[in-house]
């Protein structure tokens, strides 16, 4: 069983920048393949960005346009979501998650162990 940790968070200006680190204990990260999902107050909870265990293949949500890299450091065992000229609609608590599995990691029924969140708040 892995355990994930989210920092990072906080409050910044639109066109600013943050990143997110998720750091796991208990097991290596490459075994898994990594998701970032992110829930506004009152929203259903939306896929951010996955890394596959195999190949560091990388997915995105089409609305991000870009503005987010996700990357993995395996010596690290973290997770990073890079996150670049920030909107207000981006502000949501965000969390990593991990998932046994290497395929259809834009779902999040696919990912077996979460994060407890980071808040994210962009002002205008």
């Known amino acids: 069983q892995v355990q994930l940790v989210e920092s990072g968070g906080g409050l910044v200006q639109a066109g600013g920048s943050l990143r997110l680190s998720c750091a796991a204990s208990?097991?290596?990260?490459?075994?898994?393949?990594m998701g970032w999902f992110r829930q506004a107050p009152g929203k259903e909870r939306e896929f951010v960005a996955s890394?596959?265990?195999?190949?560091?293949?990388?997915y995105y949500a089409v609305s991000l346009e870009g503005r987010f890299t996700i990357s993995r450091d395996h010596a690290k065992n973290t997770v990073y979501l890079q996150m670049n000229s920030l909107k207000p609609e981006d502000t949501a608590v965000y969390y990593c998650?991990?998932?046994?599995?290497?395929?259809?990691?834009?779902?999040?029924?696919?990912?077996?162990?979460w994060g407890q969140g980071t808040q994210v708040t962009v002002s205008s």
């Open positions: 208990g097991r290596t990260l490459s075994t898994y393949g």
């Open positions: 998650a991990a998932a046994s599995v290497d395929y259809g990691l834009g779902d999040r029924a696919q990912y077996a162990y």
């Open positions: 890394i596959r265990r195999r190949g560091g293949i990388t």
